[in-house]
């Protein structure tokens, strides 16, 4: 990977090495892809001078900023295996993480700090000091962390890139931890290989999108391998600089769109839901922004619509993929982008796929099928869970995604939803997101998450909605309830009988929701059977 990114062969030999590559949104330091690989180089002798070797794994757990991004490619040029943690991780997660991976160095946003001190009781291994380094610059170093180095501070004299020939590419070269929709986050091996043929396969398939006068929004967290993609594909394929921002915070999104007049964005659909709902846009100049690319998430049609009708200038298309495989398989290109909202695109050309029915047979254009991918970015496996890796490959290379779909006869793809979160009512299957889209068009409806409760008496699921409520007073039950009962007649007359919300409507605060964008209908599973267990104790 360090190869393909900094050496001969780099696409990006063509870009001028003093050019920013990197803008801090919030201060306006840059780092250049020249100072990029004198920092990496000379982190190499750092990393060796604490006696972290080849293949260890350092832990890289802060919010996006420039210093996490040098820490990540030092660690890729010393072939040490970066293991990156969500930011908004509590303490016996991060603890997973860091057991889990078999981390031996720590690099850390201070603000973490407690919270990694509280998570150290539960950690295999001691963590002396100089394993803990700082992400943040000299000047900002806390007073109160004396004992601690931060990044600078570690790095040595200009040491030596490691090589990873033929079979060493498939070192580990990033230990990303899925986003844990479906059960405990899991350990996803990304080689060297892996991620280049990412990379070489968005220069062909996503190409098209950004140019060389772009500059991207760099606000997804890097630590999720969506939002990786970020840090290593604009500035290094197209020579597209990006602007890192600590996190989604509205405001400062928005100045930062308007002072570094930003072009392209990539996020989640949670995003477009704020903007949506914001009273704050029109106050700044966002006319500079071109384009805007959804994933990790459902976004579909009726969303996709309401965007594009109150930002006409900005083209909203989506992407796919999944951790697995080092992450996008499909992109939105091309003027069939026209017409097909809430469809994920094609193909990207490195991979192949097959979409599965449940008897295990091919499905036919148009029927539903799980889709199986293969190809040089899915992953080596599982990290330490040879049993989740068995699971999830097939004969021949196949990595099943676990996602239903469908193809069009021009080889367009759009997402029915996961296997494991279709509504099973009586014999029908509901697809949880397909609601969420209808409902969100509702007035007064800001956002929406749906589940399937189980029925005792019917001995079946049950469709409910968690909807958060907009544009109306509410202050007493009943005009909860009337809320509830409205909503659920509003959407009775827009789909199929199956589909109604047989389990209600719940009103609530928010939507509890990860950093990468997906709706956590763990946690509201869990809402629901306390509110399940309450009525009973009521009864
Ligand atoms: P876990 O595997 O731990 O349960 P996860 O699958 O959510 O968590 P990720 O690898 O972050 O972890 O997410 C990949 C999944 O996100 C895909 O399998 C798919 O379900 C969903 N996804 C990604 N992009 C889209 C999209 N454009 N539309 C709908 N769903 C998407
Ligand atoms: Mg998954």
Redesign the pocket.
């Known amino acids: 990977l360090w190869d393909y990114l900094f050496g001969n062969e780099s696409p990006l030999q063509k870009f001028d090495k003093s050019l920013p590559a990197y803008i801090d949104g919030l201060d306006g330091r840059t780092l250049t892809r020249g100072q990029l690989e004198e920092s990496s180089l000379r982190l190499v002798s750092g990393l060796r001078a604490l006696g972290v070797k080849r293949n260890d794994v350092a832990c890289l757990w802060g919010l996006n900023s420039l210093e996490w991004v040098r820490t990540a490619y030092g660690c890729m040029a010393a072939g040490v295996t970066v293991s990156p943690a969500n930011y908004a991780y509590a303490a016996h997660e991060i603890a997973h993480q860091v057991n889990d991976s078999g981390a031996s160095v720590i690099f850390i946003d201070p603000s973490l700090l407690p919270v990694f001190d509280a998570a150290r009781k539960e950690l295999k291994r001691d963590f002396p000091n100089e394993r803990v380094i700082l992400l943040c610059p000299p000047e900002k170093k806390p007073k109160e962390l004396a004992q601690y180095k931060v990044f600078d501070e570690v790095l040595g004299a200009r040491g030596q890139p490691e090589h990873f020939p033929g079979q060493q590419s498939r070192d580990t070269a990033w230990l990303c931890y899925?986003?844990?929709?479906?059960?405990l986050?899991?350990g996803v091996m990304t080689t060297h290989n892996n991620m280049t043929s990412q990379l070489q396969a968005l220069n062909i398939g996503y190409q098209q999108l950004v140019s060389g006068r772009d500059k991207v929004l760099g606000i997804l967290p890097f630590s999720?391998?969506?939002g990786l993609t970020i840090v290593h594909f604009q500035p290094f394929t197209v020579g597209v600089p990006v602007v890192v921002l600590p996190r989604f915070e509205e405001i400062s999104v928005l100045s930062a769109i308007q002072k570094y007049k930003i072009t392209h964005g990539l996020i989640v659909p949670p995003i477009l839901i704020i903007l949506l709902n914001s009273t704050n846009v029109d106050k700044y100049d966002l006319s500079s922004l071109r384009t805007l690319m959804?994933?990790?998430?459902?976004?579909s049609p009726e969303l996709t619509e309401s965007f594009n009708k109150r930002f006409p200038h900005i083209a909203l298309t989506?992407?796919?993929?999944?951790?697995?495989c080092s992450?996008t398989t499909h992109v939105c290109t091309g003027e069939e982008v026209e017409g097909r909202a809430g469809w994920?695109g094609r193909l990207l050309p490195t991979f192949q796929a097959r979409l599965v029915t449940e008897d295990g047979e091919d499905a036919k254009r148009g029927e539903r099928g799980e889709l199986w991918l293969r190809g040089p970015s899915v992953m080596k496996g599982y990290h330490n869970n040879p049993d989740a890796t068995e699971k999830t490959m097939a004969p021949g290379g196949w990595y099943k995604?676990?996602?239903v779909l469908i193809i069009d006869d021009k080889g367009w793809y759009k997402?029915v939803d996961?296997v494991k979160e279709l509504i099973k009512y009586k014999g029908f299957q509901v697809p949880p997101?397909e609601l969420e889209g209808i409902l969100l068009q509702h007035e007064k409806v800001a956002d929406v998450g749906v589940i399937g409760v189980w029925d005792e008496a019917q001995a079946t699921e049950l469709p409910r909605a968690y909807i958060v409520a907009k544009n109306v007073n509410i202050k007493t039950g009943a005009d909860r309830d009337a809320l509830s009962a409205e909503v659920a007649a509003w959407l009775a007359e827009r789909v199929a009988q199956h589909k109604r919300l047989r389990g209600g409507v719940v009103v609530v605060e928010m939507i509890p929701k990860s950093p990468?964008g997906?709706i956590l209908r763990k946690d509201l599973r869990v809402r629901a059977q306390a509110e399940r267990d309450a009525e009973v104790q009521l009864r």
């Open positions: 899925s986003s844990g929709t479906t059960g986050p899991k999720h391998i969506y959804a994933g990790a998430a459902p976004c989506q992407g796919y993929g999944m951790t697995e992450p994920i995604t676990g996602d997402v996961r997101a990468s997906k």
